[in-house]
C-alpha cells in the first residue's frame, strides 16, 4: 500500500479528535482459514485454500447514529511468495437508526459474523450456494460499494452493491449486486427471497463484450425446538439468466428446487442438501450446483446434486468462534468429501476523547465504572447547558434552564431545594 494512502488514513482519523468526536473504539476482525475439498468430477475440482484475511480499524462515533470507520485490510495465503496477497485501506461511513444501518464504503459480510451456523451459511452474504461460492468468503478481497441493513424481529435484510473492477482499456468494468431478506409470516414460519446480479460493462472503453449473470430465489423456512434440539427446513424455488454478450442477446434460462434440513444439539449441527436444476448458469455460484462441466461444455439433462455434513462449533474465548465441518459430497454418480475449519476472532478496545475507557469516563463523570452508559441531552439558554441522564429516561421529562445541573438525579434530596448552580465544564 503506497505510503501516501496510510498517511491519509492517519489524517483522517485525527481530524475527528478536535470536532468533538465522543468515543474511539481501536478493533481488529481476523478470519483465519483451511479448507480442502477433495473433488475430481467434471464440474469443479479439488482445491486448499490456507490462510487469513482481516481488518485493524479505528472507529470514530460521531454521535450515536453516525460512525466513521478507517483502517487496513489484508489477505494472506499460506505458503504464497507474498503472504498478502491483498493490501489496501478499509474506510467507511455508517448511518444507523433503530434497526436499520447504512454503510458506505467498506461493506459488512460474513467474514466478522460470529453466529455461521456451517458450511453452508457462510457465503459473503449468507445467499443460496448456487447463487454464490462459499469459498469467496476466502479468496475475495473486501467488498466496497453501498449497502443497507435491516435487523429487526420480523425482516432480516441486505441489499448491497459491490464495485470490483473500474472499466479501462483493458477490461470491462465490473459489479455483482443483490438482495437477501428473510420475513417472518405466522409463529417459526418465514418468507426468504434472493437476488444476484453479476454484471461487466462500461461506456468509457469498448473493451470486451457486455455480459449479464444473475439469479432469484423464492421459498420458505420452518425452524422450531423440539426438547433439546432445534430443527431447520428450508425449500427454494431458483431462477437464473446468463447473458453472454449483449450485442448476441441469447438468453440462457435455468430452473432448479434447492431443499435444506438441520438440526442443531449444543455444538452440533448436521445438515442435508438436495438439489436439481436444468441448464442453471451463474457466474460467482458453486459449480456443484451448475450445468456448465470444467471444460466449458453444458450438461444436457437435470443436474443432480446432494451434500451431507456435520459441525462442531467451539467458542475457547470471549470473541473467538471456531467451526470445524466434514462434508460428504455426490455430484451426478461421483462421491467425495471435504473439511473445513475457520476461525473468526473480534478484538475491541474503546476510549473516550479524553483517552479514557468508557468505563473510567462514566466513573469520572460520577457514575459507577459498571454503570448504564448515560446520555447526553443538549438545551436550555445557555450553550453547551447539559444533563446526565441514565440511559432509558427521557430527555422530555427534564425542564433544563439558564441554571440546570448537569448532574442527574441530584446527589442528595436535602439539596433539591436549594437553588441550583451552574457548573463549570468537565
Same mark, same amino acid.
Not at 240 to 258: C, H, K, L, M, Y
Given at each position: =500500500?503506497?505510503?501516501?494512502t496510510?498517511?491519509?488514513?492517519?489524517?483522517?482519523?485525527?481530524?475527528?479528535?478536535?470536532?468533538?468526536a465522543? &468515543?474511539?473504539?481501536?478493533?481488529?476482525?481476523?478470519?483465519?482459514?483451511?479448507?480442502? +475439498?477433495?473433488?475430481?468430477?467434471?464440474?469443479?475440482?479439488?482445491?486448499? &485454500?490456507?490462510?487469513?484475511?482481516?481488518?485493524?480499524?479505528?472507529?470514530?462515533?460521531?454521535n450515536?447514529?453516525? &460512525?466513521l470507520?478507517?483502517?487496513?485490510f489484508?489477505l494472506?495465503?499460506?505458503?504464497? @511468495?507474498?503472504?498478502?496477497?491483498?493490501?489496501?485501506?478499509?474506510?467507511?461511513?455508517?448511518?444507523?437508526? *433503530?434497526?436499520?444501518?447504512?454503510?458506505?464504503?467498506?461493506?459488512r459480510?460474513?467474514? +466478522?459474523?460470529?453466529?455461521?451456523?456451517?458450511?453452508?451459511?457462510?457465503t459473503? @452474504?449468507?445467499?443460496?450456494?448456487?447463487?454464490?461460492?462459499? +469459498?469467496?468468503t476466502?479468496?475475495?478481497?473486501?467488498? =466496497?460499494?453501498?449497502?443497507?441493513?435491516?435487523?429487526?424481529?420480523?425482516?432480516?435484510?441486505?441489499?448491497?452493491?459491490?464495485?470490483?473492477?473500474?472499466?479501462?482499456?483493458?477490461?470491462?468494468?465490473?459489479?455483482?449486486?443483490?438482495?437477501?431478506?428473510?420475513?417472518?409470516?405466522?409463529?417459526?414460519?418465514?418468507?426468504?427471497?434472493?437476488?444476484?446480479?453479476?454484471?461487466?460493462? *462500461?461506456?468509457q472503453?469498448?473493451?470486451?463484450?457486455?455480459?449479464?449473470s444473475?439469479?432469484?430465489?423464492?421459498?420458505?423456512?420452518?425452524?422450531?425446538?423440539?426438547?433439546?434440539?432445534?430443527?431447520?427446513?428450508?425449500?427454494?424455488?431458483?431462477?437464473?439468466?446468463?447473458v453472454?454478450?449483449?450485442?448476441?442477446?441469447?438468453?440462457?434460462?435455468?430452473?432448479?428446487?434447492?431443499?435444506?434440513?438441520?438440526?442443531?444439539?449444543?455444538?452440533?449441527?448436521? @445438515?442435508?442438501?438436495?438439489?436439481?436444476?436444468?441448464?442453471?448458469?451463474k457466474?460467482?455460484?458453486?459449480?456443484?450446483?451448475?450445468?456448465?462441466? *470444467?471444460?466449458g461444455?453444458?450438461?444436457?439433462?437435470?443436474?443432480? %446434486?446432494?451434500?451431507?455434513?456435520?459441525?462442531?462449533?467451539?467458542?475457547?474465548?470471549?470473541?473467538?468462534?471456531?467451526?470445524?465441518?466434514?462434508?460428504? @459430497?455426490?455430484?451426478?454418480?461421483?462421491?467425495?468429501?471435504? %473439511?473445513?475449519?475457520?476461525?473468526?476472532?473480534?478484538?475491541?478496545?474503546?476510549? +473516550?476523547?479524553?483517552?479514557?475507557?468508557?468505563?473510567?469516563?462514566?466513573?469520572?463523570?460520577?457514575?459507577?465504572?459498571?454503570?448504564?452508559?448515560?446520555?447526553?441531552?443538549?438545551?436550555?439558554v445557555?450553550?453547551?447547558?447539559?444533563?446526565?441522564?441514565?440511559?432509558?429516561?427521557?430527555?422530555?421529562?427534564?425542564?433544563?434552564?439558564?441554571?440546570?445541573?448537569?448532574?442527574?438525579?441530584?446527589?442528595a434530596?436535602?439539596?433539591?431545594?436549594?437553588?441550583?448552580?451552574p457548573?463549570?465544564?468537565?
Amino acid at each position: =500500500m503506497p505510503y501516501r494512502t496510510l498517511v491519509f488514513l492517519i489524517l483522517l482519523l485525527a481530524v475527528p479528535a478536535h470536532a468533538g468526536a465522543q &468515543t474511539y473504539t481501536f478493533g481488529a476482525d481476523l478470519l483465519f482459514f483451511g479448507d480442502n +475439498t477433495e473433488f475430481a468430477n467434471p464440474f469443479r475440482s479439488g482445491e486448499t &485454500t490456507l490462510g487469513v484475511s482481516g481488518q485493524i480499524f479505528v472507529d470514530v462515533s460521531l454521535n450515536d447514529a453516525v &460512525t466513521l470507520r478507517g483502517g487496513l485490510f489484508g489477505l494472506g495465503r499460506f505458503g504464497a @511468495h507474498e503472504f498478502l496477497d491483498h493490501a489496501e485501506p478499509a474506510i467507511a461511513l455508517e448511518i444507523a437508526r *433503530g434497526p436499520s444501518r447504512f454503510v458506505f464504503g467498506s461493506l459488512r459480510t460474513i467474514t +466478522t459474523r460470529q453466529d455461521v451456523v456451517g458450511p453452508d451459511d457462510e457465503t459473503l @452474504h449468507r445467499l443460496l450456494p448456487p447463487l454464490q461460492q462459499e +469459498t469467496l468468503t476466502f479468496t475475495r478481497g473486501q467488498e =466496497m460499494g453501498l449497502q443497507w441493513l435491516v435487523t429487526a424481529d420480523r425482516l432480516d435484510q441486505d441489499a448491497w452493491i459491490n464495485w470490483q473492477r473500474l472499466n479501462t482499456g483493458d477490461h470491462r468494468e465490473r459489479f455483482d449486486a443483490g438482495y437477501r431478506a428473510s420475513l417472518g409470516l405466522a409463529g417459526p414460519l418465514r418468507l426468504h427471497g434472493q437476488w444476484h446480479v453479476v454484471h461487466e460493462g *462500461g461506456q468509457q472503453f469498448d473493451s470486451g463484450a457486455v455480459r449479464d449473470s444473475q439469479a432469484a430465489a423464492l421459498g420458505l423456512g420452518w425452524s422450531a425446538r423440539t426438547g433439546a434440539s432445534r430443527v431447520t427446513l428450508d425449500a427454494h424455488a431458483v431462477l437464473t439468466e446468463e447473458v453472454s454478450d449483449r450485442q448476441w442477446p441469447v438468453n440462457n434460462v435455468g430452473i432448479g428446487a434447492f431443499s435444506r434440513a438441520s438440526v442443531e444439539r449444543g455444538p452440533w449441527r448436521s @445438515h442435508l442438501i438436495v438439489w436439481r436444476g436444468r441448464d442453471v448458469l451463474k457466474a460467482e455460484g458453486d459449480a456443484n450446483y451448475l450445468s456448465r462441466r *470444467g471444460d466449458g461444455t453444458i450438461f444436457p439433462r437435470v443436474r443432480d %446434486y446432494a451434500e451431507l455434513g456435520l459441525t462442531r462449533h467451539f467458542r475457547p474465548a470471549p470473541g473467538v468462534h471456531m467451526v470445524a465441518a466434514f462434508r460428504i @459430497h455426490r455430484t451426478e454418480s461421483h462421491y467425495e468429501y471435504s %473439511y473445513r475449519i475457520v476461525a473468526r476472532v473480534r478484538l475491541r478496545h474503546g476510549l +473516550t476523547a479524553r483517552g479514557e475507557s468508557p468505563g473510567e469516563h462514566r466513573e469520572r463523570r460520577g457514575a459507577p465504572a459498571g454503570a448504564p452508559a448515560a446520555r447526553t441531552v443538549r438545551g436550555g439558554v445557555g450553550r453547551g447547558i447539559a444533563a446526565r441522564m441514565p440511559a432509558g429516561l427521557s430527555p422530555r421529562a427534564v425542564k433544563l434552564g439558564p441554571c440546570a445541573s448537569r448532574r442527574w438525579p441530584p446527589q442528595a434530596s436535602a439539596r433539591r431545594s436549594a437553588p441550583s448552580r451552574p457548573t463549570s465544564r468537565d
